[in-house]
């Protein structure tokens, strides 16, 4: 039986990060070092900064995760892709040209026996105001279709800019350390959720950038992936066991 792995919040290209190619290799390295033991990847969203799409252009750059995500489906190995607050513009470049899965909402599916809850995690229990109004206005099918309208080069430039101001403005570029059981949005949305589906297993986020594995109950467990920024981490789960990593680069063997 081959594993599961699930990762998130690579940002790639981001002008607040400094040697962003370095970066990529490295998480190219990681995904070539699982090729041959994964039978599904799960990128849980924002693994680009800002990607707008247009209908024959697409950003430039990222050739060597693009490449790797085509070699991966080319070998048979299933990719799915979430949006995530930063590239929510993703349509169907991916699928077409890479072989990847999309997924535009939450998913909730059975791996190996086990339900699982999958998601970014933008939007779920986060009452922030301006985040929801930016959240809903970003989505918007009529807003979206007049930013299209815009030369690419124009929005292309604002979002990366948007993107890079978003994160220097939190201190250190950092998110907030874990705030506990009670403040933590995530984990409030999914005890929530885990009343009405009892079911679920697993619920396996990004978004917030920490590294957290939590038990919600006796038979569900949550996790928050960390990020490809600071964290270079991971969760693999191998028909059994789920557990959550952190990649050291040539630890790990093909």
Known sequence: MK????LSDAHLGSRAIKSGRTQERRLVNFLDSIKHKASAVYLLGDMFDYWHEYKNVVPKGYTRFLGKLSELTDMGVEVHFFIGNHDIWCKD????ECGVIMHYEPL??????KEFYLAHGDGLGDPGKTFKFLRSAFRNPVLQKIFAAIHPGWTLEWGLNWAKHSRLKREDGKEPEYMGENKEFLVLYSKEYLKAHPNINYFIYGHRHIMLDLMLSRTARMMILGDWISYFSYAVFDGENLFLEEYIEGETQP
């Open 3 to 6: 594993n599961i792995y699930f």
């Open 93 to 96: 470049y991916l699928t077409k």
């Open 108 to 113: 909730t599916t059975e791996i190996h026996g």
